[in-house]
């Protein structure tokens, strides 16, 4: 059974640091692209970052590109956002999905989701 | 960046009826048009991919198609745990993959 959990969110204040963390299991991670998309309270869904199987390709959105970094380390079968200067706008329940047959950004769909790990930017 | 625009934002249909949603690309996406199903508190789940393949594990009351700029999803005998909000999400483009605003499924 696919299961990706998240960790690392909480309440940090604008400006600062937080690295967001996905735990993979039930599947060859190394096999797939893998994503972070977010859910500000109330909103709809917003892809933020993917990275390819073998990390060959990665995109952002254009509002945390140069702010956010995405990684992932196949010896821990872990994805990773390391998210910098963080603003109110930021605020959201990060989700980690996992990328289908492809193993690319392109031509591909999510086809299993984390539960989340909520960010809230405040002072 | 290409734009994915849903319609209706939100409908009330009644169990047993037949609900179509769509979703209109601001370019040609060719077939690269997914549809998740998102439930309150809940992580999205994939419903449709490639416009019209059927995930795995899927109600075949779900259906999906079209191409190039314009696609629907078709919820065919709508029932009770259908009720959700209902996503499109592009991957045409690896530059930037966008969803739809959403279109939220009630109860009349």
Redesign the interface.
């Known amino acids: 059974e696919v299961q990706l959990v998240e960790s690392g969110g909480g309440l940090v204040q604008p400006g600062r640091s937080l690295r967001l963390s996905c735990a993979a299991s039930g599947f060859a991670f190394d096999d797939y692209a893998m994503h972070w998309v977010r859910q500000a309270p109330g909103k709809g869904l917003e892809w933020v970052s993917g990275i390819s199987w073998n990390g060959g390709t990665i995109r952002y959105v254009d509002s945390v590109q140069g702010r956010f970094t995405i990684s992932r380390d196949k010896a821990k079968n872990s994805l990773y956002l390391q998210m910098n200067s963080l603003r109110p706008e930021d605020t959201a329940l990060y989700y980690c999905a996992k990328g289908g047959p492809t193993g690319d950004l392109q031509e591909d769909w999510f086809d299993a989701w984390g539960q989340g790990t909520l960010v809230t930017v405040s002072s | 960046?290409i734009q994915m625009t849903q319609s209706p934002s939100s409908l009330s249909a009644s169990v047993g009826d037949r609900v179509t949603i769509t979703c209109r690309a601001s370019q040609s996406i060719s077939k690269?048009l997914?549809w998740?199903q998102?439930k309150p508190g809940k992580?999205?789940?994939?419903l449709i991919?490639?416009a019209s393949s059927l995930?795995s594990g899927v109600p075949s009351r779900f259906s999906g198609s079209g191409s190039g700029t314009d696609f629907t999803l078709t919820i065919s005998g709508l029932q009770p745990e259908d009720f959700a909000t209902y996503?499109c999400?592009q991957?045409?483009?690896?530059?930037?993959?966008?969803?739809?605003?959403?279109t939220k499924v009630e109860i009349k």
């Open positions: 960046d690269y997914n998740y998102q992580a999205p789940k994939v991919y490639a995930q996503y999400q991957s045409y483009s690896s530059l930037v993959l966008t969803f739809g605003g959403g």
